[in-house]
């Protein structure tokens, strides 16, 4: 039974930073790759940034220079250091995990398991 539980979010003023986190459990193998997405209100949900099995990364790029993706292997823990924080950045933050290696995307149709969501609110 795979999970994904996300933690870390909250609210802070603009210029501000935040971490999180994502542990994942219950894969028989580790994952393609992982991943974080956002979604707003009324929004379509977004990919941020991901992080494939050999440590490569890709990001949005209206978050370049500001997030970082990173994982720790040991604990199957996946992050998310944001900095210089926007209200445009305001969003509930995802963890997902996509299982096959086909392509190293930022698109969440192609992401097989997902967390339920951290809210991230910028002022």
């Known amino acids: 039974h795979v999970q994904l539980v996300e933690s870390g979010g909250g609210s802070v003023q603009a210029g501000g930073s935040l971490g999180l986190s994502c542990v994942a459990s219950?894969?028989?193998?580790?994952?393609?790759?992982m991943g974080w997405f956002r979604q707003a209100p009324e929004n379509k949900r977004e990919g941020v940034a991901a992080?494939?099995?050999?440590?490569?990364?890709r990001y949005r790029h209206s978050v370049k220079g500001r997030f970082t993706i990173s994982k720790a292997i040991s604990n199957n823990t996946l992050h998310l250091q944001m900095n210089g924080l926007k209200p445009e950045d305001t969003a509930v933050y995802l963890c997902?995990?996509?299982?096959?290696?086909?392509?190293?995307?930022?698109?969440?149709?192609?992401?097989?398991?997902w967390g339920q969501g951290t809210q991230v609110t910028v002022s």
């Open positions: 992080i494939d099995i050999d440590g490569s990364t």
């Open positions: 997902a995990a996509k299982s096959d290696s086909s392509a190293f995307v930022l698109d969440s149709d192609e992401y097989d398991y």
């Open positions: 219950g894969f028989d193998d580790r994952p393609y790759c």
